[in-house]
C-alpha cells in the first residue's frame, strides 16, 4: 500500500515476511534487474513502515537481502519505521539462527537503532 502524508512524503507499509519473500524471489531469478529495480524503489521511499520486523527467520540469503535494503535507505537518509515484537537484543537470535549472519545482522540492529526505540510493555 503506497500513500502521501500530509506534507507529501512518499511512504509504503509493508509486512516483513512479504517484503523478504518477494525480494529473494527476485533475487533467485535470471534477470538481476528486476531484483535491483525493486530494492531501489523499497530504498528510495521517504518512509518505510515494516510490519511484524523479526517474525520470521531467514537464511543469510535473506539477512543479506535485509541488510542490503537497510544498508541502501540508511546511505540514502530515508526513514524506517517498524513494528517487532521482540527488543534489539532479541533480533538476532529471531531473523536468523546462522552464524555467518552474524556481521550483517548486527549492522542491520545497528542502522535501525540509531534514531528513536519505543518500547511498548503490558502494564
Not at 518477494?22 to 534487474?33: C, P, T
Not at 526513514?79 to 527488543?87: A, E, I, K, N
Request: aromatic share 12%.
Amino acid at each position: 500500500m503506497r500513500r502521501s502524508t500530509r506534507r507529501n512524503y512518499r511512504c509504503k507499509f509493508v509486512d516483513y515476511s512479504d517484503l523478504l519473500d518477494e525480494l529473494i524471489v527476485l533475487n533467485r531469478q535470471e534477470d538481476l534487474n528486476k531484483y535491483r529495480k525493486r530494492i531501489k524503489y523499497y530504498a528510495r521511499i521517504q518512509l518505510l513502515f515494516i510490519d511484524d520486523f523479526a517474525i520470521s527467520r531467514y537464511s543469510e540469503e535473506g539477512i543479506k537481502i535485509l541488510y542490503h535494503l537497510i544498508k541502501l535507505r540508511d546511505d540514502l537518509g530515508t526513514s524506517t519505521l517498524f513494528s517487532c515484537q521482540y527488543s534489539p537484543d532479541e533480533w538476532g537470535n529471531q531473523l536468523s539462527d546462522e552464524k555467518e549472519c552474524y556481521g550483517k545482522l548486527d549492522g542491520i540492529r545497528r542502522r535501525l537503532t540509531t534514531g528513536f526505540t519505543v518500547l511498548i510493555e503490558k502494564a
